[in-house]
């Protein structure tokens, strides 16, 4: 679980979401969803282009639509 503000600011997380991508440690109030995704990048949990992701995300999230990407 994670959540963002109005402004796309992350500001809650629980412990399994950080683990389960690698970023336990590096995780900080404040992070958009981009500096997210690098980090998942930087540790080997994302297997595509950061800024890719997170356009298709910010395009879903204009819309209104559900954005919904499943991790293994």
């Not at 959540?3 to 900080?28: C, H, P, T």
Request: aromatic content about 12%; charged content about 25%; proline content about 1%.
């Amino acid at each position: 679980l994670c959540m963002f503000d109005k402004a796309g600011r992350l500001v809650l997380w629980n412990k399994k979401y950080a683990e389960m991508y690698g970023i336990d440690s590096q995780l900080q109030t404040g992070f958009d969803l981009l500096d997210i995704l690098h980090l998942r990048a930087k540790v080997g949990t994302l297997a595509e282009d950061p800024e890719a992701y997170a356009a298709r995300a910010r395009v879903a999230s204009q819309s209104g639509e559900t954005f919904r990407h499943v991790f293994d």
